[in-house]
């Protein structure tokens, strides 16, 4: 089987694989990988595109040929001459992987220039297009800053709804988790439309014996028995029809928590051995508690949380302190046009790899060991801006009012445990969460 690669060094984590063969594979999400490779293919009789060669100025340009250059110069940091060769590379017929590969690095250009709208129309093609999995923009750390932006909100929002526009793809994936949350929702609306139509039928066949019993006659039926049967018919249609809206509503909330939950659980967390993670290779092992507000705020509650570190070590917590800027209202640009909130902070830049592979070596039981070593009381937050916008979206959910300081509780899980305003009381947490080695422990995994 040819195989052809697109990758990027470890400044950019953008990479692409595909492979061409007689059939049409489902296309795959973008990998990351340290080192940059060439296209390179093993049989070029299945190949769209012209076998590789050593790179010479006489030899005209192609797709492929196109998006490698286009990665080594965004590599070296010229971001401009970067996207002309994205560009291009669309131009030149490329194959479905090629124009995936070009599309989306070409996002990731526009995203480190602070081109969000220009990064949103590319990522909305690729997603609608050429199956993108929307996953692959949750975790590249190449769009941080896209992910901090309006732009992406919208971007989400509309992966979240689905449309002709952007695709279903991320829409049927959220709606499996949901299933899998509520299993029942399904035989609920199947007999909600059932009783409806059944009522329905019965209200099409009562109305007529409604109009003869109120002109009366010989053989009219009585008045009030007819009445009553198209009062409890027409009531039900209109219970059942209610119910069925409300349990649309439910969904629709449901999905747009699942939403904020995928997103929560790619937010990176910086140890203290200076370790990058996400959230997510954190389950099972902890309970992040997020303290989100002022300066003298979060300080105050780190300070209370020190008389009980012993106990909330026990019980696997994770202090993450976030902190509201003074100027948040006016969010300041940030060096490179990268816009967020205040002054530019210490982002790692690049972030280590968190593919798919990684997690799965994560999941190993001498991996987990080495990781619950590195993790003591408290870690920070990598790439405020995104976790900002995530408590934002989490305060317009409960009703809160953004910016206000708050605290979230998470579960084992990475699920949200509860949320409340102000600064937690440390004794009720400690009241309130069981220790790691007990029953209601093992069940909240």
């Keep these: 089987m040819a195989a052809a690669t697109i990758a990027v060094n470890h400044y950019h984590h953008c990479l692409l694989r595909f492979s061409s063969i007689t059939t049409t594979p489902p296309l ?15 049989d070029s009789s299945t190949s769209s595109s012209p076998p590789p060669r050593e ?56 995203a480190f220039r602070g081109e969000e709208e220009k990064a949103a129309d590319s990522l909305r093609t690729v997603l609608r297009e050429y199956n993108l999995k929307f996953g692959t ?40 988790i949901s299933e899998v949350q509520a299993p029942f ?9 059932a009783f409806t139509a059944a009522a329905g039928i019965s209200t099409f066949f009562t109305i007529p014996r409604l109009f003869r019993a109120i002109t009366g006659g010989d053989d009219a039926p009585d008045l009030l028995e007819t009445t009553g049967n198209a009062a409890i018919n027409i009531g039900g249609i209109i219970v059942l029809v209610t119910l069925f809206l409300w349990d649309n509503k439910k969904e629709e909330e449901q999905l747009a928590q699942i939403t904020r939950d ?28 997020i303290l989100a507000g002022k300066k003298e705020a979060v300080a105050s509650a780190m300070r209370k949380c020190e008389r009980f570190r012993n106990e909330l070590l026990r019980r696997g917590v994770l202090i993450v302190p976030v902190i509201w ?13 990268k816009k967020g909130f205040g002054i530019a902070q210490k982002t790692a830049r690049p972030l280590p790899s968190t593919s798919d592979d990684f997690e799965k070596r994560t999941l190993s039981v001498t991996a987990k060991a080495k990781l619950k070593a590195e993790i003591r009381f408290k870690a920070e937050a990598v790439s405020p801006e995104e976790w900002k916008r995530w408590i934002k979206d989490q305060q317009k959910a409960e009703g809160v009012p953004p910016g206000e300081d708050v605290y979230i509780i998470l579960r084992l899980d990475g699920r949200v445990r509860r949320s409340g305003k102000g600064m937690p009381d440390w004794s009720q947490i400690v009241k309130e969460i069981p220790e790691m080695d007990t029953l209601l422990s093992k069940l909240e995994r």
Excluded: W
């Excluded at 006489?58 to 286009?70: D, K, Q, R, Y």
């Excluded at 929702?185 to 439309?193: I, S």
């Excluded at 910086?270 to 508690?289: A, I, K």
């Excluded at 800027?325 to 046009?337: R, T």
């Design 28 to 42: 795959p999400p973008p990998i990351r990988r340290k080192t940059r490779l060439r296209f390179s293919l093993t």
């Design 55 to 110: 790179t010479s100025t006489s030899l005209p340009p192609t797709a492929e040929s196109s998006v490698n250059l286009g990665l080594s110069l965004f590599s070296k940091g010229r971001v401009k001459e970067a996207l002309v060769q994205f560009d291009t590379a669309l131009t030149l017929n490329p194959n479905p992987m090629e124009a995936q590969a070009a599309l989306y690095n070409k996002a990731c250009c526009h």
């Design 137 to 176: 923009i949750l975790n590249d750390p190449d769009l941080a800053s896209f992910r901090a932006s309006s732009e992406f909100k919208k971007l989400q929002e509309e992966a979240r709804l689905g449309g002709e526009d952007i695709g279903y793809s991320f829409r049927r994936d959220l709606k499996l």
């Design 185 to 193: 929702r399904g035989v609920r609306r199947f007999f909600y439309v």
């Design 262 to 289: 995928e997103t929560l659980s790619r937010l990176p967390l910086r140890l203290s051995t200076n370790r990058v993670v996400e959230l997510v290779q954190l389950r099972d092992t902890v309970r992040p508690v």
């Design 325 to 337: 800027d003074i100027e948040e209202k006016e969010p300041l640009p940030i060096i490179g046009k």
